[in-house]
């Protein structure tokens, strides 16, 4: 009789050890759920956020007329490698006008003689047709239409927008992006006989 006894205890144990390891085995993979991350899968989204976060400097310059009415604006936005310039402008006079990135950012009207000569960090000589130029803020003409409207985009290599480089429109004194009476001719000194300056705006 004490032998049945004694046998039932330890069948009773082997059932109780054998629970207790279901159990163990049964855990794992709820861990596995919520603690483990399989390798290689970018999962934490805080990680994606600060991706797509990150944004190239922009900027929005306000064109006004030399009686101080704004007429449009300039969009400089940093891409890879180029700047882009997406310029919105209207009572302007029709036909090809001069347009051009200046060394001073100061726009005092009427005449904006204040925003000094070309952004011209290299000391290049004037014109994207001369075989020694351009200067860094020639840019080419701006064609308004007979409505006295343009909008036009320009991918400029020579610029930046990051602070500290030597071709960038954020060097001390700042700059001013001015529009022209006539067209740029594309080489003669200092500004391809373009005329008054008939609209600017200051790069901040």
């Known amino acids: 009789m004490k032998k049945w006894i004694s046998l039932t205890m330890i069948l009773a144990c082997a059932f109780v050890f054998a629970a207790c390891a279901d159990g163990k085995n049964d855990s794992a993979p709820d861990e596995a759920e919520d603690g483990a991350v399989d ?12 991706v797509e976060d990150e944004k190239l400097p922009s900027v929005k310059v306000n064109l006004m007329d030399g009686n101080g009415k704004p007429v449009g604006t300039a969009e400089l936005t940093e891409e890879e490698d180029a700047l882009r310039i997406m310029v919105e402008a209207e009572n302007l006079p029709e036909g090809l006008h001069g347009f051009h990135f200046h060394e001073k950012g100061v726009c005092e009207a009427p005449d904006f003689e204040s925003a000094g000569g070309h952004f011209n960090p290299t000391d290049a000589s004037h014109g994207l047709d001369h075989e020694d130029g ?25 610029l930046t927008l990051l602070a500290g480089e030597e071709n960038s429109l954020y060097h001390e004194g700042g700059t001013s992006l001015v529009i022209h009476a006539e067209a740029d001719d594309g080489k003669t000194q200092p500004s391809g006989n373009s005329g008054d300056r008939i609209a600017c705006g200051v790069v901040e």
């Open 39 to 50: 390798e290689g899968k970018t999962t934490d989204p805080v990680e994606l956020d600060l």
């Open 134 to 158: 351009p200067h860094a803020g020639d840019l080419p003409n701006l064609e308004v239409g007979p409505d006295g409207t343009v909008k036009e985009e320009f991918f400029v290599e020579n």
